[in-house]
């Protein structure tokens, strides 16, 4: 089977760094996924890793560590417009795309 | 931008009735998935088409049925709702049928069963 975890709730403040950790235990291992979710809106793709190591986009970098089954979202200068849920997303074996509950991150001034 | 559309954005329906979610996308994409999102569980996956006419069970199936007729089009059925199907149903296609593809997701359907 497949199992995700991620914390419930985050709060930060605007304009700090915040980090978001996923942990997975999978059968098989193909890439993880982040996405992005804003209350009574449709998730939207940040990233995608399948190697060890951060990947940086703008604000935002994803790590992985595969021997670890471990990730973490890393947000910089936080803004108000990041108050979201943040959703991991594992393909395990089988191809299959498994989410975890989603981390609901609220930013404050 | 693709385009996922999701034809309501809430639904009030009365157990029993059957109950069509309609989802068209436009990009010409191969794979279209449902999922439903509830508070404490996540995103699971209802069912999921690689190709027209074809389709494959997800995670919880049971309840529901799909029909993709054309390409662009991707629809769930409940073929007699039940209060445990209140739910945010959520439609989404990916470019091919690798899983390392991203999901483009629809806004969603809040579907509440009385």
């Known amino acids: 089977g497949q199992n995700i975890d991620q914390p419930t709730e985050m709060t930060a403040t605007e304009g700090a760094i915040v980090q978001i950790n996923c942990t997975y235990q999978?059968?098989?291992?193909?890439?993880l996924f982040w996405y992005q979710q804003h209350a009574g809106e449709a998730p939207t793709f940040l990233s995608y890793?399948?190697?060890?190591g951060l990947e940086e986009k703008g604000r935002f970098s994803s790590f992985l560590s595969r021997s670890k089954g471990y990730s973490y979202l890393l947000l910089k200068e936080l803004q108000m417009k990041d108050s979201a849920s943040y959703l991991c997303a594992v393909t395990g074996g089988g191809n299959k795309l498994t989410f975890g509950t989603g981390t609901q991150l609220k930013v404050e001034l | 931008d693709v385009k996922v559309t999701q034809s309501s954005r809430y639904l009030v329906k009365r157990t029993g009735e059957k109950v069509f979610l309609e989802c068209v996308q436009d990009?010409?994409?191969?794979?279209m998935f449902w999922y439903r999102q509830d508070p404490g569980l996540g995103l699971r996956l209802i069912y999921f088409s690689y190709d027209v006419k074809m389709k494959e069970k997800g995670d919880i199936p049971e309840g529901y049925s799909v029909s993709r007729e054309k390409k662009e089009r991707f629809s769930l059925i409940l073929e007699s709702a039940s209060t445990n199907q209140t739910s945010m149903y959520l439609c989404?296609?990916?470019?091919?049928?690798?899983?390392?593809?991203?999901?483009?997701f629809g806004s969603g359907t809040q579907l509440s069963v009385l």
């Open positions: 990009m010409d994409h191969e794979n």
């Open positions: 999978t059968s098989g291992f193909n890439g």
């Open positions: 989404a296609s990916t470019v091919g049928t690798t899983t390392n593809e991203k999901l483009f």
């Open positions: 890793n399948v190697l060890d």
